[in-house]
């Protein structure tokens, strides 16, 4: 697939530079022909058949072998979720924490993970998002680190391995910036979500978890995709796998839309993506903006702007086509810059500003 192929896949990509990945990526006309094709059947063949209950379960082992192999690990070390906020409330559920226990994480993250973490009633401990701040902040209490894989915020990378190596403790990282940006190898980390509406380019609802021990997680939110088998009274046995941890029934649409949105991932995606926000990077800087450049980064690009003035200016880049985001409260606009963007999208973006 060349270049000029791939952005073809995106409609949206004929009438804006699209900046907005991190949030919810382009969606391809052969995502949503699928998903529409999948409704219609249901329609004409009706959704409750055996049949169709069948493919619907032959669909959801399909996507845990698919994003399985996308990170890394084995299928049966894979859960179903609708997002990342999904599998970060599945595992902080699961530990049990309670206020003699600690929880390590960074200034910088979403609320998709440090709203779980704050909900399990242990005692939160947030620091910079420094690798040696975060090692220095571990004490005999903390039983978990919570950190991002790549901060929603500036795109800065942390090293999770080497944070889960230097502790010693159980990890769960927020995977959500990472996935289809950069390659993730996410053997040896305890626990790791993934988002389907973003990077991956798959429909909302869509995502995954990664557990690396099933049974050292308990099942504190069972749904019926949980249990093998249960008693009148509600005891169950567990799903073998991850699978156990599955808190709903993805759309069937859902799921064929993201296997075509992960089919069409071209194998030079991270490459590009990686040169073009550089490239972006270099223009901002030669137009004067005030670039935030961490030292390990990956392709979100964020630059300081009075935070009174941030959402006026995303609307105003709308006006002329170009479509970033705020990130309130922080005076912070940023671009997802992804293996779709052009020379033309960031000519356009600095261009507005």
């Known amino acids: 697939m060349t270049f ?19 949030s919810v990526g382009p969606l391809s006309r052969a995502t949503l022909d699928a998903m529409a094709a999948d409704e219609e059947a249901s329609v004409v063949e009706g959704r409750g058949s055996a049949a169709r209950f069948e493919r619907i379960l032959e669909l959801r082992q399909e996507m845990r072998e698919q994003l399985a192999q996308l990170v890394g690990v084995e299928p049966g070390q894979i859960a179903l979720t609708a997002s990342t906020t999904d599998g970060c409330n599945i595992v902080l559920a699961g530990l049990d924490l309670g206020p003699d226990d600690e929880i390590v994480t960074t200034t910088d993250e979403h609320f998709g993970l440090v709203g779980p973490v704050h909900a399990s ?70 626990f ?5 509406q973003k990077w991956l380019c798959g429909p909302e609802g869509t995502g995954g978890l990664v557990v690396a021990d099933p049974h050292a997680l308990r099942v504190a939110r069972p749904s019926y995709l949980s249990q093998q088998r249960h008693e009148p009274d509600g005891a169950f046995e567990p799903r073998e796998g991850a699978a156990r941890f599955e808190p709903n029934l993805t759309p069937n649409s859902a799921l064929v839309g993201l296997r075509v949105a992960l ?23 030669e137009a004067g903006q005030d670039l935030v450049t961490p030292e390990e980064r990956a392709t979100l690009v964020s630059w300081r702007v009075p935070a009174d003035e941030s959402l006026a200016a995303v609307e105003r880049l709308a006006d002329a086509g170009v479509i970033v985001r705020e990130l309130p409260g922080r005076g912070l606009l940023r671009a997802s810059v992804g293996w779709w963007t052009s020379d033309d999208d960031l000519e356009r973006l600095v261009a507005a500003l």
């Open 263 to 285: 089919a069409q991932a071209p194998p030079w995606r991270f490459e590009r993506a990686a040169a073009m926000a550089e490239r972006l990077r270099e223009l901002l800087a």
């Open 4 to 22: 000029d192929e791939a952005r073809a896949l995106f409609p949206v990509l004929e009438r804006y530079a699209y900046f907005q990945a991190g």
């Open 192 to 196: 790791y979500t993934v988002s389907g």
């Open 121 to 190: 009633g242990a005692r939160v401990v947030v620091v910079d998002p420094d690798p040696d701040r975060i090692v220095d902040a571990v004490t005999p209490r903390t039983r978990l680190l919570a950190l991002s894989h790549v901060l929603w915020t500036t795109g800065q990378l942390l090293p999770v391995h080497d944070l889960k190596a230097r502790t010693g403790l159980p990890i769960l990282v927020d995977g959500a910036q990472s996935v289809g940006t950069i390659p993730v190898d996410a053997r040896g980390l305890d």
